[in-house]
Each structure stands twice: as C-alpha cells, then as structure tokens.
C-alpha cells in the first residue's frame, strides 16, 4: 500500500470513528427521550425525502425541458439545412440549363 493510500485509509478510519463517538455523544446528551427522538429523526427523514423528491422531480423537468428546446433546434436546423439543399438543387440544375444553352448556341 502506498503512502497515499494509508494516508486515505488513515483518514477515512478516523472520520468513521468521530461519526461513531458524536453519534454516541449526540445519542447520551440528546435532550429528548428514545421516542421522542425517533419520532423527530422520522421526521426529519420524510422532510429528506421530500426535498429530495422535489430536487428529483425539479431536475427532470430541467431535463425535459433542455431535451424540447435540443428538439426545437434540431427542427429548426433540419428545415434551414433542407431549405439550403434545396438552394443548391436549384441553383445546380441551373447551371446546368445555361451550360446546356451555352454548348447548344456553340454546337
């Protein structure tokens, strides 16, 4: 193991051990009893969960809304694309007319 990878390993060792001793300490001196204290980390976790759904549901909107605005410019782009092509088909054919003109007049 590298150096760097005890120093990790050392560090991540040391967080779990404070988490374990604060959630211990946290647990002793907590001002409520047992279940007055489940009840408020019940509800704190239905706050979590709901916050979360929310950012959930406000992130896939974000993305529907970038993937409608991508469809939009790529409509836009496919009609300004076909539009030009057909610029070209035009102007190709033409310049084929005036060059079939220009060889008949010399033929």
């Known amino acids: 193991m590298t150096r760097t990878q005890e120093q990790v390993s050392y560090n991540a060792g040391a967080f779990f051990a404070g988490l374990l001793v604060g959630g211990a300490a946290a647990v002793l001196f907590?001002?409520?009893?047992?279940?007055?204290?489940?009840?408020?980390?019940?509800?704190?976790?239905?706050?979590?969960?709901e916050v979360l759904a929310g950012a959930v549901d406000q992130a896939v909107d974000s993305a529907q809304s970038l993937a409608d605005q991508g469809?939009?410019?790529?409509?836009?782009?496919?009609g300004?694309?076909?539009?030009?092509?057909?610029?070209?088909?035009?102007?190709?054919?033409?310049?084929?007319?005036?060059?079939r003109q220009a060889y008949g007049a010399r033929g």
């Open 80 to 99: 300004r694309i076909r539009a030009e092509g057909d610029r070209v088909v035009a102007a190709v054919a033409s310049g084929m007319d005036a060059a």
């Open 30 to 49: 907590a001002p409520m009893t047992g279940c007055e204290l489940r009840t408020e980390l019940k509800n704190k976790a239905k706050e979590g969960r």
């Open 71 to 78: 469809a939009a410019l790529i409509e836009r782009s496919t």
